[in-house]
């Protein structure tokens, strides 16, 4: 992760798509608990319209150059509320596909660096993410809404009942097969870019 000089605060317009995410993540959660494929797909929709706001904000700011302290520290922090929203959701709807144990490592990982950045920012310090970590986002916001497509398609009574029919075939076996193969990428590439993340910060430590 880079340092990134600290600029004034101000409400852009990438900053209002930041706030937007959190607000959304936070509409997504009373959604997606009802068992109902017409809502939960509601659901999905909200979550992935979210995720291309994370691309966009951070694209724009940097075209427009409109990078402001709000924006450096607010937008990772939009991203994990709804990264981690969006996985505890899947892994409680759709457990073969993104395991709870996958789970809880992703996101201890996620408060770890995200505690760090706010330690780092008391000092004057603001640390943007780099590019391994932008890849393990993008994972993430890949295998969330793959996982919530099914979550959807296979909510109420005629959903399940899909589901134990398409499990016993090879279409199941690909989806669970695609689901929890990106599961583990996403994994990786978190442990990877956490694990990267601290090296850099230990060498910048002085001996």
Same mark, same amino acid.
């Not at 490592?105 to 950045?117: F, L, P, Q």
């Given at each position: 992760?880079?340092?990134?000089?600290?600029?004034?605060?101000?409400?852009?317009?990438?900053?209002?798509?930041?706030?937007?995410?959190?607000?959304?993540?936070?509409?997504?959660?009373?959604?997606?608990?009802?068992?109902?494929?017409?809502?939960?797909?509601?659901?999905?929709?909200?979550?992935?319209?979210?995720?291309?706001?994370?691309?966009?904000?951070?694209?724009?700011?940097?075209?427009?150059?409109?990078?402001?302290?709000?924006?450096?520290?607010?937008?990772?922090?939009?991203?994990?509320?709804?990264?981690?929203?969006? !996985? *505890?959701?899947? &892994?409680?709807?759709?457990? #073969? /596909?993104?395991?709870? +144990?996958?789970?809880? %490592?992703?996101?201890?990982?996620?408060?770890?660096?995200?505690?760090?950045?706010?330690?780092?920012?008391?000092?004057?310090?603001?640390?943007?993410?780099?590019?391994?970590?932008?890849?393990?986002?993008?994972?993430?916001?890949?295998?969330?809404?793959?996982? !919530? *497509?099914?979550? &959807?398609?296979?909510?109420? #009574? /005629?959903?399940?009942? +899909?589901?134990?029919? %398409?499990?016993?075939?090879?279409?199941?076996?690909?989806?669970?097969?695609?689901?929890?193969?990106?599961?583990?990428?996403?994994?990786?590439?978190?442990?990877?870019?956490?694990?990267?993340?601290?090296?850099?910060?230990?060498?910048?430590?002085?001996?």
């Amino acid at each position: 992760m880079n340092a990134v000089t600290m600029t004034p605060a101000k409400m852009t317009f990438s900053n209002k798509m930041t706030i937007l995410r959190g607000i959304a993540s936070i509409a997504f959660i009373p959604m997606i608990i009802q068992d109902d494929q017409l809502i939960r797909v509601f659901a999905l929709l909200i979550f992935t319209v979210a995720a291309f706001t994370d691309y966009y904000d951070g694209r724009l700011a940097r075209i427009n150059k409109e990078k402001t302290n709000f924006g450096v520290i607010a937008d990772p922090v939009a991203d994990k509320i709804l990264t981690s929203v969006g !996985l *505890v959701s899947v &892994s409680l709807l759709q457990p #073969d /596909i993104v395991p709870v +144990w996958m789970t809880v %490592i992703i996101i201890i990982r996620e408060v770890a660096i995200t505690s760090w950045r706010f330690a780092m920012l008391a000092k004057g310090r603001v640390l943007a993410a780099d590019r391994l970590g932008k890849w393990k986002t993008g994972f993430q916001m890949t295998v969330i809404p793959y996982a !919530l *497509v099914f979550a &959807s398609i296979f909510s109420g #009574d /005629i959903g399940r009942e +899909w589901e134990l029919a %398409i499990r016993s075939t090879v279409y199941g076996d690909i989806i669970y097969g695609v689901g929890y193969s990106l599961a583990w990428i996403t994994l990786i590439l978190t442990l990877v870019s956490g694990m990267a993340y601290a090296k850099a910060e230990w060498q910048k430590q002085p001996a």
